[in-house]
Nanobody
Framework: QVQLVESGGGLVQAGGSLRLSCVAS????????MSWFRQAPGKEREFVAG??????????LNADSVKGRFTISRENAKNTVYLQMNSLKPEDTAVYYC????????????????WGQGTQVTVSS
């Protein structure tokens, strides 16, 4: 019932910035928690940041490494979630996925029903 499409990825040098967007169709985002995950080659999928249905941000266990560099936000009127990424590092290189959940609980562990196809972020040194 919800389709998610990510965009905004690309190639950037270390220290640069990117803003990822996730546009939802089929249903308004207001009733869903929205999160960003990433997966590098040979690595397990990793939670990056999420925003609850109330607009509260959660950076999970990555808070120390991404908070201050990454900012998640949402504009429900546009059915869009953003991930602003600044001061990018080569370690940030991965495919970034947008996901939506209508479950309640910690955003790092709730079930996500809908996933986008991902957008590639490559950070060169």
């Amino acid at each position: 019932q919800v389709q998610l499409v990510e965009s905004g990825g690309g190639l950037v040098q270390a220290g640069g910035s990117l803003r990822l967007s996730c546009v939802a169709s089929g249903r308004t985002l207001s009733g869903y928690a929205m999160s960003w995950f990433r997966q590098a080659p040979g690595k397990e999928r990793e939670f990056v940041a999420g925003t609850s249905r109330f607009g509260i941000a959660d950076y999970g266990l990555n808070a120390d490494s991404v908070k201050g560099r990454f900012t998640i936000s949402r504009e429900n009127a546009k059915n869009t979630v953003y991930l602003q990424m600044n001061s990018l590092k080569p370690e940030d290189t991965a495919v970034y996925y947008c996901a939506a959940s209508d479950s309640l609980g910690p955003l790092t562990s709730v079930h996500y029903d809908y996933w986008g196809q991902g957008t590639q972020v490559t950070v060169s040194s």
